[in-house]
């Protein structure tokens, strides 16, 4: 499967925005990553690829909020209150008979997106 993010972009502290992305198949859990420059990756968010669970990142329960779009081959990340620490490249990837319990571990990920820079400024 292809993956392509969108959104991102430059926002002040306690902004928003929305990354998408856009699969080219169906019936895969999707997951999102970060990677700050000097900083290794790490989880954000995911969902099942059929909705029924999501797991977020404690830095960002209750600010971030991951759906899936109607035709299961969209999944878009809403961040609210945005942190000058959420500052990185957000990148989706997608698995396909992943591990519950390990969902969020990027190992599981075969597929991944481009990245996309996020930028919150203080």
């Known amino acids: 499967v292809q993956l392509q993010a969108s959104g991102g972009g430059l926002v002040q502290a306690g902004g928003s925005l929305s990354l998408h992305c856009a699969a080219s198949g169906s019936g895969y859990t999707v997951g999102w990553f970060r990677q700050a420059p000097g900083k290794e990756r790490e989880f954000v968010a995911v969902?099942?690829?059929?909705?029924?669970?999501?797991y977020y990142a404690d830095s960002v329960k209750g600010r971030f909020t991951i759906t899936r779009g109607n035709a299961k081959t969209t999944v878009s990340l809403q961040m609210n209150a945005l942190k000058p620490e959420d500052t990185a490249v957000y990148s989706c990837?997608?698995?396909?008979?992943?591990?519950?319990?390990?969902?969020?571990?990027?190992?599981?990920?075969?597929?991944w997106g481009q990245g996309t820079q996020v930028t919150v400024s203080s």
């Open positions: 969902i099942r690829w059929n909705g029924d669970h999501k």
């Open positions: 990837a997608a698995c396909r008979g992943c591990i519950l319990s390990s969902l969020r571990d990027s190992r599981q990920y075969d597929y």
